[in-house]
């Protein structure tokens, strides 16, 4: 909850918790900007594995609906997050892509 700040500055139109996945980005650019220039993709753990395991960056969206509370181009734009940053949106169930990687059996 450390981006309690920055959800407030992210209004547009939505009750922006910290919890929000672009509130925690923006987080990162203004108190670590060193990371926030290093980083390729701010994506959460499911997106990780599956990265990991295909080389295809993506952000699993659940539901259309819930769009707006990942981010918009508009709520990018206003807080000044590099778009490019952040993978493009996957439906539940879409096929992210094929392993590049073998799976670790030995776990």
Do not use: M
């Amino acid at each position: 909850r450390r981006g309690q700040d920055q959800a407030r500055e992210l209004t547009s139109g939505l009750d922006v918790d910290s919890s929000f996945f672009l509130s925690k980005v923006l987080w990162f650019r203004i108190n670590r900007a060193d990371i926030y220039a290093k980083t390729r993709w701010f994506i959460g753990c499911p997106e990780f594995v599956g990265h990991y395991l295909t080389d295809r960056a993506t952000t699993f969206l659940p539901n259309p609906l819930y769009e707006p509370y990942y981010w918009t181009p508009e709520a990018l734009g206003a807080c000044g997050v590099d778009q490019q940053r952040l993978p493009p949106f996957v439906a539940t169930g879409e096929l992210v892509g094929t392993p590049t990687r073998p799976f670790l059996h030995s776990l």
